[in-house]
């Protein structure tokens, strides 16, 4: 499926053109939570809001975070700056950040239907998102390619259930087991809303679309279709309505062999995986299917030096017969040296 590389016609955004299918010479880079703690200059401009959400919220503030990765080490996409539990927030459970513990929302009552809800998310309150897409777009290197995200209807769900983080995500899948019917609702409600959410994000100004499901780990082999692979096919196909074309890339994190039903039943244009898949299987079983985006172990770049470079280069060969996305098999943690960032990137970029 993949094109050959065509250097007498050099690609605008090689990202982009890595989503299409063609693949680069050398694979383009970007890396999940590239915008965050890790940099000095995002831990600036965070201790100027006491409150994470109203960060998000802020303009000015969203679009420094977002662009300062990109100045920083010219990655090939920038990722908006918000949070996946913006849509809880703006579908009316009111979401706040402990420091150093994560997320709380006013955990969803089973017996009340989805009744602390709104019918639907409230654009208004997302606004603040969709100007400063605006103002990335702008200020972006035209050959850097802009993603906006959304999380997955189950991972969203599981911190609307619980209220914040929990270990295994046991009450949502407890909820799966006794209120099966509720929780469809609640799964539609976050697809009509994502949706529009999304759409709101392309007609800002958007390039592709990345959906996050962090815990596709916590379901079981029949569950995984119901819960995970349906909603966010009925999302790709919901925004191509509106948008055809639209480009979208599905991280099922945690998810083994189900990543196979990410590449295959979803509609998405290219499949992220996690560290722990092996990147042999994906080259043989994803990458003919779909460009694979992955999969170094983010501790292998806090960790650094010789064995660095070993991984990134083992990740490029093993991937470097179709297309591939650069990137870590989940979030860059705090404690990255950036020494190791900048020793990362050279390597990828040969
Ligand atoms: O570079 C980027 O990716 C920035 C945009 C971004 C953030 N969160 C900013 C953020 C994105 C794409 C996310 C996605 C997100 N948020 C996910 C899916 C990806 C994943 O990591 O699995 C999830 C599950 C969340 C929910 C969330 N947000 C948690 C559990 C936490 C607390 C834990 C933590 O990492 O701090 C957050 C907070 C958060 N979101 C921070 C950032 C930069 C740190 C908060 C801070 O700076 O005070």
Redesign the pocket.
């Known amino acids: 499926m993949a094109n050959p590389v065509n250097p007498s016609n050099p690609v605008e955004k090689p990202l982009l053109a890595t989503l299409e299918g063609r693949q680069q010479k050398r694979p383009p880079i970007w ?7 890790y940099l000095p200059e ?1 831990r600036e401009v ?1 201790s100027l809001s006491k409150n ?1 959400i109203e ?2 919220y802020s303009p000015d503030l969203a679009t420094e ?2 662009l300062q ?1 990109i100045r920083r080490f010219g990655f090939d996409a920038a ?7 913006v849509v809880p927030d703006a579908l009316g459970q009111n979401v706040s ?1 402990v ?1 150093n ?3 709380r929302l006013p955990p969803l009552v089973i017996a009340k239907n989805l009744s602390e809800l709104h019918g639907n998310i409230d654009l208004q309150r997302l606004n603040p998102v969709f100007e400063t897409i605006g103002r990335v777009k702008e200020a972006l290197p035209k050959e850097t390619t802009f993603l906006g ?1 959304c ?1 997955a209807p189950w ?1 969203v769900a599981s ?1 609307m259930i619980a209220g914040k ?1 929990t270990p295994e995500q046991a009450p949502i899948r407890l909820v799966a087991y006794r209120h099966p019917a509720y929780l469809e609702q609640l799964i539609d409600r976050l697809v009509v809303s994502s949706i529009s959410y999304l759409c709101g994000q392309v007609e800002a100004g958007v390039d592709a679309l ?1 959906i ?1 499901e ?2 596709a780990g916590a379901l079981t082999a029949d569950g995984v279709e119901q819960w995970s692979i349906r909603p966010i096919k009925r999302i790709i196909d919901g925004v191509r309505l509106r948008y055809p074309g639209t480009k979208f890339i599905v ?1 099922g ?1 945690g998810s083994g062999v189900n990543h196979l039903k990410y590449a295959s039943l979803t509609g998405a244009d290219a499949v992220a995986i996690d560290w722990s898949t092996d990147p042999a299987w994906a080259v043989e079983v994803l990458q003919p299917i779909k460009p694979v985006q992955g999969n170094l172990d983010p501790l292998a770049v806090v960790a650094g030096g010789a064995q660095l470079d070993q991984k990134a280069d083992a990740i490029i060969e093993a991937f470097s017969k179709g297309p591939h996305i650069f990137n870590l098999g ?2 860059i943690v ?1 404690e990255t040296p950036l020494a190791h960032v900048e020793q990362l990137v050279k390597r990828v970029r040969g």
């Open positions: 890396i999940m939570r590239q915008a965050g703690r995002y965070r994470f960060f998000c975070a977002t990765p990722i908006l700056f918000s949070d996946i539990l950040f420091e513990e994560g997320p995200f999380g991972t911190y983080g990345q996050f962090s815990f991280f994190r989940h979030g705090p």
